[in-house]
């Protein structure tokens, strides 16, 4: 398993945007599948973004499609999730997820797929 630490959440006005990271160590990012999910209280934890090991192609949710963009640097074992365009609804505690394996199509974001989990970081936007 590898371990994960999240940074970069914080508070925003609505229309701002936050650039959330996630160091990686114990394995590298082309042997994982790498995702963000995100949690309310009223909320199951949903998939929000997932970049493919091999080919580091991505896919979003519906409801971050053209606002968040997931990447990573290889050099520095770090995903990303640039969020703009936030909205008040996109307040949550924000999670990196690993799934070990070697893909070129983003996996679903099937929970139980996910090995590793860092603790998450809270987003919250101002209306």
Not at 77 to 90: A, I, P, S
Not at 105 to 118: L, Q
Request: glycine fraction near 12%; aromatic fraction near 10%; charge should be neutral.
């Amino acid at each position: 398993q590898v371990q994960l630490v999240e940074s970069g959440g914080g508070s925003v006005e609505a229309g701002g945007s936050l650039t959330l990271s996630c160091g990686v160590s114990g394995d590298t990012l082309t042997n994982n599948n790498m995702a963000w999910f995100r949690q309310t209280p009223e909320n199951e934890r949903e998939g929000v973004a997932i970049i493919a090991s091999v080919s580091g192609d991505t896919r979003y949710a519906d409801s971050v499609k053209g606002r968040f963009i997931i990447s990573r640097s290889i050099t520095n074992n770090t995903v990303y999730l640039k969020m703009n365009g936030l909205k008040v609804e996109d307040s949550a505690i924000y999670y990196c997820a690993a799934m070990w394996g070697r893909f070129n199509v983003p996996p679903p974001f099937t929970r139980m797929n996910f090995n590793s989990w860092g603790r998450g970081t809270q987003v919250t936007v101002s209306s």
